[in-house]
């Protein structure tokens, strides 16, 4: 079964620029999706179809995907931005989830 | 505004039933895929299955194959999961999701619901 990989943990200062890979095996030819998960909450929809952004999230929130590695950019990280993020395709009829990141905004 | 409501979560013994209900609003739920999604206690995202907007087509996670059953019902607004045969391992926030629209399997899920505790115990 296909398999997304995530880093566990990022950190990034406040007012950086955070960015968050998700691999996968020619993930560049799939179409990736970003969800934030603050805690205790639902996950949202951030980036859709690798980098299209749903109404009412900000610019600074990018994606791109290319060969093996897709990547969630978070530029000016905020508090606000303190969430994990899980990318997610779909593969052989089944919606594939990474394991999910934990962004920390120090 | 696009709503979605689970219910029916709760307390069951292992090898047990539970049959959760998702109401939804604000778009025309007919035209839509939709899916059920879990999260285990302190774990991530796990899809579990998805069902075309007209229901004839139905997806699952091996995990879950054979022993839920997702449906719809489109006069009613409102998709069901249908969870036989429970495990330990099935305990967990379960949230339902509005697929986007898109065509062939590509779609995201762009709105979803608050969730609802499925806890599998004795």
């Known amino acids: 079964s296909y398999q997304l990989t995530q880093p566990l943990s990022v950190s990034v200062a406040l007012g950086q620029t955070a960015r968050i890979t998700c691999g996968g095996n020619n993930i560049g030819r799939k179409t990736v999706h970003w969800y934030q998960q603050r805690p205790g909450q639902a996950p949202v929809l951030v980036i859709y179809r690798d980098g299209n952004r749903p109404s009412g999230i900000p610019e600074r929130l990018s994606g791109s995907n290319s060969g093996n590695t897709a990547t969630l950019t978070i530029n000016g990280a905020q508090a606000g931005d303190e969430a994990d993020y899980y990318c997610?395709?779909?593969?052989?009829?089944?919606?594939?989830f990474g394991g999910g990141t934990k962004l920390t905004v120090l | 505004e696009v709503q979605l409501l689970e219910s029916g979560g709760g307390l069951v013994q292992p090898g047990g039933s539970l049959r959760l209900s998702c109401a939804a609003s604000g778009f025309t739920f007919s035209s839509y895929a939709m899916s059920w999604v879990r999260q285990g206690p302190g774990k991530g995202l796990e899809w579990v299955t998805a069902?075309?907007?007209?229901?004839?087509?139905?997806y699952y996670a091996d995990s879950v194959k054979g022993r839920f059953t997702i449906s719809r019902d489109n006069s009613k607004n409102t998709l069901y999961l249908q969870m036989n045969s429970l495990r330990a391992e099935d305990t967990a926030v379960y949230y339902c999701?509005?697929?986007?629209?898109?065509?062939?399997?590509?779609?995201?899920?762009?709105?979803w619901g608050q969730g609802t505790l499925v806890s599998v115990s004795s």
């Open positions: 997610q395709v779909w593969d052989s009829s089944t919606v594939v």
């Open positions: 999701a509005k697929g986007d629209g898109g065509v062939s399997f590509d779609w995201s899920l762009d709105y």
């Open positions: 069902i075309s907007g007209s229901g004839g087509n139905t």
